[in-house]
């Protein structure tokens, strides 16, 4: 048996496609077909069940994966072992993070951690909270930071920091200068949302809720897929929107924009540090997490 092609193999179940597969690894998608297929000869067994939407493992696949899983899991842990012995810290380290994390904050994480560790290069992903979880749990990350905590039990979250939100409203607009509105003046407005998946809105829900109000009881004009063109949007009066401040501290200094309360309404969420419970980490990843431990959630900077 190649193990390679075994890597493959698990590959194309976390993602549940070859196609997905072969863009996670670099590969062509024949290829990664080519790899499974030999696997599927050396055993004499259907591995991949092909007739449905998704690739998802035959009985045999199932038994297989779960030996995988053990053998490279136990790859890993030789690996660790050998470079924690050697004190070898070196290589290319992959994460993601959502919108807001990925933008505004694990940008300068990384800035001390490449100080710290200038031979771990670090390669950043960014999709919303949804995304980011998938990459993680399917191993296409090691480790991602967003913005809602993660119900799923193969992941371990840990808290990262806390984010606060505000109401965002254009320069000119009738309600600057106020400290804060009510929600029945909110629900006047034209407001704009941002995407389904996105942690942002995730927590702006759970926010109102607390209150009983509804993000569905808003004007919602617009759906835009990030921060950046949430902010746009805003700029150019086509509604108001809900943005953590960190990704308007610029024009809120320039008074390009403002920001207000919602009364009764605490508009906070939390960061979390997000890691596969079931995977055991590399060197690398094992470093960057320890930094943040450290640097970060312990000292609160």
Known sequence: MDFWQLKIFMKVVDCKSFSKAA???????????????????????????RLSKTAEPTKAGELL??????????????????????GLKK????IGGSTMP???????????FSIKYP??????????????????????????????????????STFLMKDEMKLIV???????GKKSITFEELRQEPFILREPGSGTLKSISASLLKRDYRIGDLKAVAEMGSSQSVIQGIKCSAGVSILSTLAVEDDLDAARLFALDIEGVELTRDF?????????????????TDFINSEIIQTGK
């Open 119 to 156: 031979d771990i290069k670090t390669r950043l992903l960014t999709f919303d909270s949804e995304e980011i979880i998938d990459m993680t749990l399917a191993g296409n990350i090691e480790a991602g930071v967003v913005g809602a905590k993660p119900n799923d039990k193969l992941l371990d």
């Open 65 to 86: 994966y779960s030996y995988g899983s053990s053998m490279t899991e136990l790859e890993t842990e030789a690996e660790t072992a050998m470079a924690d012995f050697l």
């Open 170 to 176: 254009p320069a000119g607009h009738r309600w600057v």
């Open 23 to 49: 863009e996670s690894v670099l590969l062509s998608q024949p290829t990664i077909s080519s790899h499974v297929k030999d696997l599927e000869e050396h055993f004499g067994c259907r591995l991949i069940n």
């Open 91 to 94: 290589g290319t380290l992959t």
């Open 272 to 288: 979390w540090l997000i890691v596969h419970s079931r995977r055991t980490l590399s060197p690398l990843c094992s470093a960057f």
């Open 102 to 112: 990925g933008g505004y904050i694990l940008p300068g994480i990384i800035g001390k």
